[in-house]
T-cell receptor, first 112, second 114 residues
């Protein structure tokens, strides 16, 4: 079946630190992969996505590369800001499926 | 433009009560999804509508859960005889296309069953 495993939180970083949140998945075929972010009091927002192997999704300084050989889609940012504090969810969508399949989320807190 | 809205934002129900949660999708969006998010977990799929047709209800946890979208716009998720394990945030998402690829999420309804 499908599964998504991501870095267990909480993660606390100082401002301007480098961020990595790991995400690995199990799925048959070639799913699309997503990172969603949930800021305090707000709904889930799509951060970035990739639809095939070696694609790189990027947005707001965040990047993630779809690695089929390691079934991974790790999220990175070179220099985090306090405003990046949020919960980050990795998710997959199997081709032809009707729903996203989410990981458990990683809470990031960035301190000044 | 207006995003997905949900009401109420918070609902407290006594065990055994029925509740109805509303979702107003983005105007013109074809697809609508409901998810359940337990505390500290990721959202889990409940059901999917394409216009007024409920094409997938495989995630509904029991026959106490019922969803409808009678005119292909607003949707209601109804939970009958609520139980404590139903306490969660219920998320609605809509998409301009068929299928789940481009979803826009609402803020959720936090249901607490006491």
């Amino acid at each position: 079946g499908n599964s998504v495993t991501q870095t267990e939180g909480p993660v606390t970083l100082s401002e301007e630190a480098f961020l990595t949140i790991n995400c690995t998945y199990t799925a048959t075929g070639y799913p699309s992969l997503f990172w969603y972010v949930q800021y305090p009091g707000e709904g889930l927002q799509l951060l970035l996505k990739a639809t095939k192997a070696d694609d790189k999704g990027s947005n707001k300084g965040f990047e993630a590369t779809y690695r089929k050989e390691t079934t991974s889609f790790h999220l990175e940012k070179g220099s985090v800001q306090v405003s990046d504090s949020a919960v980050y969810f990795c998710a997959l969508l199997k081709t032809g499926a009707n729903n996203l399949f989410f990981g458990t989320g990683t809470r990031l807190t960035v301190i000044p | 433009g207006a995003g997905v809205s949900q009401s109420p934002r918070y609902k407290v129900a006594k065990r055994g009560q029925d509740v109805a949660l509303r979702c107003d999708p983005i105007s013109g969006h074809v697809s609508l999804f409901w998810y359940q998010q337990a505390l500290g977990q990721g959202p889990e799929f409940l059901t999917y509508f394409q216009n007024e047709a409920q094409l997938d209800k495989s995630g509904l946890p029991s026959d106490r859960f019922f969803a409808e979208r009678p005119e292909g716009s607003v949707s209601t998720l109804k939970i009958q005889r609520t139980q404590q394990e139903d306490s969660a945030v219920y998320l609605c998402a809509s998409s301009p296309q068929q299928g789940a690829y481009e979803q826009y999420f609402g803020p959720g309804t936090r249901l607490t069953v006491t």
